[in-house]
């Protein structure tokens, strides 16, 4: 659908249930102020409009401007569907142009800016950012190889899956499969549930019949085990063990990784200064054979508490960023609806920690806007999130593992076996992010949530 063939104040007529409803059509990508924004581009989302009376959604054609300063990239591109004439679109660029640069401190200026590229399509557009992040031709035909085996395993019938999986067995990998996941969470967002529980049994039997997803299952499988075990021997310690005690446990977990990482993940912020001090000193007073050991745990410890620190400050960076541009939007509701995907745990403690910093030092207009977002979250979570998905964000805000699992055994047997695939999704893309100590923490819930349900 393109600008030509929306109403007045862009408004779009859905082509499924005929209903106008506005649409704000994202221009301008600009990176450097809005870190969502690529993300949010290469994954369609910015070129769509999504109907809010049936959950169609549809492309729209827009002239674009890709503004990402780390790279100096400075890329624009005008739809050949629009049918503008050469003066026309010398017209809507400029406007585009002096937008960024209206939008940019003088300081922040730099010459690339005055020469935009063209490009000719939107796929050269796409591939001009990717090649500035070291993407090459071969790793996007590569890319383009897995879509179209998706298309391929999504468009089959349930009797042809098992010998597709099998032909096509060498090609199916971890990212496989994670790209099977998020099109059954597209087909989710766009309202067609019949798609999405379609591409989730898809999803799961690739998983059960490919060599790639047997490999995960049992490495899932090892995890579990891991973290039960980890949560046991925590558990054997009592409520408020000593830092001796603790120590101990991790030093006889050294020689399994897997424990030894379920307990960083569960226990990250025990591993402070005083345990690292306490682990110093094990050393220095250990006998000469033990002391390679005890130093080679005390490395492996650093490495994993540094990754995971890593981890929160990027996620922390990534929801200050958005929080910004959801407070200073025009449309608080849109923008949060834009970028929903990042409310998480860590952006409702930033939202909170903000909030309570504002109102501390009197700034009652930003301590108001920021409620309004908390409120506007809750509103829209509830109106739009199945009930099975809010009970596991539940799950995320608790103080303590022991908080999780009580409220676990409370209320888990009202929703059942629905929960568990929708942790499993959750694995997923915790897995793809690279965060392990949340994803230690959802796979300690998830064992304990199958038990409790049966």
Do not use: W
């Amino acid at each position: 659908m393109t600008l030509n063939q929306m109403g007045r104040g862009n408004v779009v007529t859905c082509p499924n249930c005929r209903q106008p409803y506005p649409a704000q059509v994202e221009q301008i990508i600009d990176v450097g102020r809005d870190p969502s924004a690529k993300a949010r581009f290469l994954s369609g989302q910015s070129g769509t409009a999504t109907c809010p009376h049936c959950g169609y959604r549809v492309g729209l054609l827009a002239p674009l401007l890709y503004h990402d300063p780390a790279k100096e990239l400075f890329l624009v591109y005008v739809p050949m569907e629009l049918g503008l004439q050469r003066q026309e679109q010398e017209r809507v660029i400029g406007q585009l142009v002096k937008a960024v640069m209206n939008g940019t401190p003088p300081e922040q200026r730099r010459g690339y800016m005055f020469q935009p590229r063209t490009m000719l399509s939107l796929q050269g557009l796409i591939e001009a950012v990717l090649a500035a992040d070291g993407i090459t031709p071969e790793m996007l035909e590569a890319q383009r190889a897995r879509l179209r085996l998706v298309e391929t395993l999504l468009q089959a019938d349930e009797e042809q899956l098992p010998a597709l999986v099998q032909q096509y067995d060498s090609q199916i990998d971890r990212e496989f499969l994670e790209i099977l996941t998020v099109a059954a969470e597209n087909a989710q967002l766009s309202g067609r549930q019949d798609l999405a529980a379609h591409a989730m049994m898809v999803r799961d039997q690739v998983v059960t019949l490919s060599s790639a997803g047997k490999e995960l299952l049992q490495q899932a499988e090892a995890q579990d085990r891991a973290i039960e075990a980890a949560v046991q021997d925590l558990q054997a310690l009592g409520e408020r063990p000593t830092l001796e005690a603790f120590l101990d446990l991790v030093i006889r977990s050294g020689d399994d990784d897997d424990r030894l990482q379920a307990l960083v993940g569960l226990q990250y912020p025990a591993f402070d200064y005083h345990f690292f001090q306490a682990l110093t000193e094990r050393i220095d007073a250990a006998p000469e054979p033990e002391k390679p050991q005890l130093e080679a745990l005390r490395s492996r410890l650093t490495e994993l508490t540094e990754t995971i620190r890593k981890q929160q400050e990027a996620r922390a960076e990534t929801a200050a960023a958005i929080l910004s541009q959801i407070v200073h939007s025009e449309n608080m509701e849109e923008a949060l609806l834009r970028n929903l995907a990042y409310v998480d745990e860590v952006f409702m403690a930033l939202l909170d920690a903000n909030q309570r910093a504002a109102e501390e030092r009197g700034d009652r207009a930003l301590a108001e806007k920021l409620k309004q977002v908390g409120e506007t979250i809750a509103r829209l979570a509830q109106e739009s999130m199945p009930a099975e998905l809010r009970f596991i964000r539940e799950l995320l805000r608790q103080e303590s593992l022991e908080a999780a699992r009580a409220k676990i055994d409370a209320e888990a047997a009202q929703y059942g076996q629905k929960l568990l695939p929708i942790m499993d999704s959750l694995l997923e893309q915790l897995r793809g992010q690279g965060d392990a100590a949340l994803t230690e923490y959802v796979q300690a819930l998830r064992a304990y949530t199958a038990a409790a349900i049966g």
